[in-house]
C-alpha cells in the first residue's frame, strides 16, 4: 500500500514535469541564428504577385455611417474616448478622392496588385438602397489600376458595416448573414470582370475578438459566448458568400478566400505548467478553432465555463481557393492570477519592439506560413507590415519577415503573393492615427505622401525579383 501511495505521489510530481518536456519538444519556440543569414540575398519567382493593401475605413475618408464612425463618436463607462488621443478616421488618406495619386505611388513601388476594401456603408447606406455614385466611384478606382497595369484584389468586409446592419445586431445573428451575402453578390456581379481575388471576411477572429470579448473595437462587449457566436456566424457567413458566388457568371474562375490573422501563443515561462496552459488555449480559440473549421467542417470553440459553441458545415473545407494570411507577431501569455482573464502578455527583454505591442518575430512568421499550409489550398500574404514611425527597424523587418516567407517557399509552401501593409500611414483603429505602417509616410494636414528611406528594401526586391 504504501508503495503504491508513493508511486502515486512521484506520478503526481513528475507527470506535470513530464507534460512540460513534451511541449517544450513538440512546440520549440523557433529562434535562427541572424548574424548567419544572409537576409536580403533571396530571389522570388518571376510570377510572384506583389502587392500592397488598404482598407476603405483606415485611408478614403468620410466613412461617416458605419460601426466605426459611431464608435469614434463614443465614449466608454468612465466617459473616456475609445480611440487614442480621442481621434476620429474623418478625412483619412482622402483617397477617396486621391486615389491616382495613390494609384502613381503604387506603380513607384513596382507592385502589380492592391488589395483594398470596398465600403459597404457608402454602396447600401441604408438597407436595400444602393448608391450608384459610389458603385461608379469603385468602377472608376478598378478601371484607373487595371490600366496602370496592377490587378484589384477586393475585400468585402474590412472591419466595418451600414449602421443600419448595426442596429439588426450585425453578425450576433445568424439571420443578418443574408443581408452580407446579397451585398457580396450584389459587387461581385459589378466587379467580376475587373476583379478576379476576392477575400470575404478580414480576420474573422479579431472582429470577434476585439469586438466582443476584449470589448476595444465596436460594439465593445465583453461576453465570451458571444465571441464565440459571433465568430461562428462571420466563417458561416464565408461559406455562404462562397457557395453563393461560385453559381454567378464568372464564379468559376474567381479565386475567393478568407483572410486569416495567426498570431502565435506561446507560455512566456517555457518550463510553466500554467503558461502552458494558457499558450494552449488562446492557441485553441484563435487559431486552431478555424483552422480546424476549414480543415474539417467542424467548427469547436470551447471556453470551459464562459463559452462553447460547436457548429457543422461540410463545405467548409471546399469554400476556399486560396487562404489569406495575416501576420504581425506571436504573443507570449503568462499564467496571472491577479488579473481578472488570468493571464498577461509579456515581452522578452531582449526583443525588438515595433510601435505596436509587437515583437519582430520573422521566425514566426515562417511557422504560421507552415501552420496554415495544412489547408492545402493556394496562399496569399495578404497583410504583414510595421508600425514604425522612427523608420529605424522597417528595413530590418522587411528584408527578415521575406526572408522567411521565401524559406518557407523553398520547403514547397504554395505562397502566390505577398501585399505589403500598408501602403501609406492611415487610420490604426482603436490606435487612432498614431501607428505609421505605411510604406509612404502621410503628413495628414497636407497629405503629401513622401516615400519612407525603409521601404526600399521592399522596392528591391520587388525588382529584383523581376530581373
Ligand atoms: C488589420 C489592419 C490593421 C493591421 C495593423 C490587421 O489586423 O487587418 O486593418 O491596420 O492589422 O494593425
Not at 510570377?47 to 483606415?58: E, I, K, N, R, S
Not at 500611414?425 to 513622401?450: C, H, I, P, S
Request: net charge negative.
Amino acid at each position: 500500500m504504501k508503495k503504491i501511495l508513493l508511486t502515486l505521489g512521484l506520478l503526481f510530481l513528475i507527470a506535470p514535469l513530464l507534460l512540460v518536456w513534451f511541449w517544450n519538444m513538440k512546440y520549440p519556440e523557433l529562434h535562427w541564428d541572424w548574424n548567419a543569414i544572409e537576409a536580403g540575398d533571396v530571389q522570388f519567382p518571376h510570377d510572384f504577385l506583389w502587392g500592397v493593401a488598404t482598407a476603405a475605413h483606415q485611408v478614403e475618408g468620410d466613412c461617416i455611417n458605419n460601426n466605426w464612425s459611431e464608435w469614434e463618436r463614443a465614449r466608454d463607462e468612465q466617459g473616456r474616448p475609445r480611440i487614442k488621443n480621442a481621434q476620429v478616421a474623418g478625412k483619412a488618406c482622402e483617397h477617396w478622392s486621391r486615389f491616382r495619386e495613390d494609384i502613381r505611388l503604387m506603380q513607384t513601388l513596382g507592385v502589380k496588385a492592391y488589395r483594398f476594401s470596398m465600403e459597404w456603408s457608402k454602396i447600401e447606406p441604408r438597407a436595400g438602397e444602393i448608391d450608384s455614385t459610389a458603385l461608379q466611384h469603385y468602377h472608376e478606382v478598378c478601371e484607373a489600376l487595371l490600366a496602370a497595369g496592377i490587378q484589384p484584389v477586393v475585400t468585402f468586409y474590412h472591419f466595418t458595416h451600414p449602421l443600419w446592419f448595426e442596429e439588426k445586431g450585425a453578425f450576433e445573428a445568424a439571420e443578418n448573414i443574408a443581408d452580407f451575402v446579397r451585398f457580396c453578390e450584389l459587387l461581385f456581379r459589378e466587379f467580376h470582370e475587373q476583379v478576379e481575388i476576392w477575400c470575404t471576411i478580414n480576420e474573422a477572429e479579431v472582429v470577434a475578438a476585439q469586438g466582443y470579448f476584449t470589448g476595444m473595437f465596436p460594439p465593445g462587449k465583453k461576453d465570451p459566448q458571444l465571441t464565440a457566436l459571433v465568430l461562428k456566424n462571420l466563417l458561416s457567413a464565408h461559406v455562404q458568400v462562397y457557395e453563393r458566388l461560385k453559381q454567378l457568371p464568372g464564379g468559376a474562375q474567381a479565386q475567393i478566400g478568407i483572410v486569416k490573422n495567426i498570431m502565435q501563443f506561446d507560455p512566456s515561462r517555457r518550463w510553466h505548467l500554467l503558461d502552458w496552459a494558457v499558450a494552449h488555449q488562446l492557441e485553441a480559440l484563435f487559431n486552431e478553432s478555424i483552422l480546424n473549421f476549414f480543415r474539417t467542417g467542424h467548427f469547436d470553440f470551447n471556453l470551459p465555463g464562459m463559452a462553447s459553441v460547436q457548429h457543422k458545415d461540410g463545405r467548409a473545407p471546399r469554400s476556399l481557393d486560396f487562404i489569406g494570411l495575416n501576420y504581425y507577431s506571436h504573443l507570449h501569455a503568462k499564467f496571472d492570477w491577479s488579473t481578472s482573464a488570468f493571464f498577461t502578455f509579456t515581452f522578452p527583454e531582449d526583443a525588438v519592439m515595433t510601435d505596436m505591442p509587437y515583437t519582430i518575430y520573422p521566425e514566426g512568421f515562417y511557422r504560421a506560413l507552415q501552420a496554415v499550409r495544412q489547408l492545402g489550398v493556394p496562399m496569399y500574404v495578404t497583410e504583414n507590415g510595421i508600425a514604425d514611425a522612427k523608420d529605424d527597424r522597417r528595413a530590418v523587418f522587411i528584408a527578415r519577415y521575406l526572408y522567411a516567407m521565401h524559406r518557407a517557399m523553398q520547403e514547397g509552401v504554395p505562397v502566390r503573393g505577398y501585399f505589403y501593409w500598408s501602403l501609406m500611414d492611415n487610420f490604426e483603429w482603436a490606435e487612432g492615427y498614431a501607428m505609421k505602417f505605411g510604406l509612404y509616410e502621410v503628413d495628414f494636414n497636407t497629405q503629401e505622401r513622401r516615400l519612407r528611406k525603409g521601404a526600399q528594401v521592399f522596392l528591391d526586391m520587388v525588382k529584383g525579383s523581376r530581373e
